[in-house]
DNA sequence: CTGTTAGCGCGTTCAA
DNA sequence: TTGAACGCGCTAACAG
């Protein structure tokens, strides 16, 4: 059997109530009396139940996280800064996969919510009204991560997608580009992807052409590509990921055009892949370790009751220019 | 506030034993009273308390899981597999990051043990003394997940990297390779590159060359590969990831040379990397999915006490021919 | 500064 | 088939 807190309290021959506060530091102790405690302890080799600590304080210094598929480079990126940052303020995460449905998202708030979670932080393809509606009735701090509130209800961390895009289009424009396409996944999938598309589309006069490539998988995407580009005569590419941007970039060649001298391709995010191609890629750059970290700060806050200045926080983007273009 | 099994009980006009026997299905109810049950549940949307659970049962259905770094390919697709099998089995995932040091990963067995998980799915590059202390000082079943414990003392779910590392020399050697060099992260990083390593060199008759290639960060690595083929006559390479493939590959097209013509190049895991270079890699394949959804299925036999027959699990590996040799 | 005493929400005997 | 009562290990008043 594992020692107790009782274990520790007879063992240095004072209350349960002492051990816990030299545990906790929520009292001051005499400092003989706790250097016996912490004997005791070592003696014991005791670890405190955070199980019945969490039952008994009703914090249980876990987070909730939340996200359409860890194995995805960007998301997995995000989760490591929101693990190092949940580390650093003693919390640990509960992670989840929901495969950007709805319903298991929904699902998995209220799993969470059994689980005593102090707060949750939340990636999705596309908020809505079922989500919100079980943040309600769970009423767990939730922050938004890499991901859209429209209407602004839900605390969150992100890039001004919309801006992000027209900077891509302006990028290229700037440097001689007449013909425009953007590349992303099947519309409506992802608000992040359609926002940039819009801010693209913002910056053109020439008619938006915009190539749906599916789920976004380079394999996939690669024919797709490659037919768009023997059919329409464009002289720049952007594109909604790095693995669009690369299949893109592999398509030009494939028609047997030059990246950048007849079509320059511009991709987001800024993965590890963005070097790994060649040419190397120009990308807007997503802040995506930043996303993952403040937005567990910005949770830690709220479960601390710190003062927040800004509810919806917009990190900047950057162009990161390569060879691409 | 949150309703609870008294509050259902009351609601329900029964004890809150016999709640707590609808919602575990621990005995037999009568149908109308359970339905009684039922309706107070639905009504007040009752959720268990999974902590006041954990503290009266002891068993608090969730995992730890303690691995180098989620945001590496291979890992966070481990991530995946594991998660996925958790789910199916009722359990959740605490996830943490030991970035490979030995400490945090002692000390993370410690944090996981105060958390009361039930079991732990463990990742590490060289599994040590102080591991194998700490899982018994824990006294939690602990499954070793692409990792290799020499002395068989631990779980595991594993290919055998040492007859993988000859098979890839072996299928170079068959065609037509004269002169093989391994291209390597630090050699006593990683126990699995290293006994990739001992397979390859295994098979050679010429003195084996190997490369080390830092951290096996692809930027670091091109320049120390490109050094090395100016001062090197080989003919066939293998990478002890698909990242120092890439590498690899850029690093022979950079000394104006040809793969696979030149020179053959194989790497290991078959992340998604390996189809977005070109030429394609030809690649030994890790089953990443699986080595997670086997540990922590392992683990769950474990903890419902099932029979197992093996504790080392020795998972297939299996060539993918492309075009890059 | 320290000890006593209630709970926290649930599983689990033991009787009835 | 159901209920009463105890305990899981700890935090948090409240006394002293």
Known sequence: MTATIYDVAREAKVSMATVSRVLNGTAVVREDTKQRVLDAIARLSYRPNAVARGLASKRTRTIG???PDVSAAFVAEV?????????????????????????R????????????VDGLVYMTNRLQKEHVDAFEQAQIPVVLCATEDPERRIPSVNVDNQLAGRDAATYL????????????????FSVLADLRGQGVASCLSEPFLQVDAKHGQYETALPLIQAFLREHEVDGLVTATDELG???IHAVQDVGKSVPNDIKVMAFDNTRLAVMVRPEMTVVAQPMYDFGAVSMRLLTKFLQDEPVET?????????VERSST
Chains 1, 2 share one sequence.
């Open 311 to 319: 509810y919806t926080v917009v990190l900047p983007h950057n162009i």
């Open 173 to 188: 424009l700037e440097r001689g580009c007449k013909r425009i396409a953007y590349i992303t996944t099947t519309p409506g």
């Open 105 to 116: 998202e929904v699902d998995l708030v209220g799993t969470m919510w059994e689980k005593q």
């Open 65 to 67: 996280v939340i996200v």
């Open 246 to 248: 690369l299949a893109a």
């Open 79 to 103: 989760v490591r800064g929101i693990e190092d940052v949940a580390t650093m303020y003693d919390y640990h995460i509960i992670l989840s996969n929901s495969d950007a449905q709805v319903q």
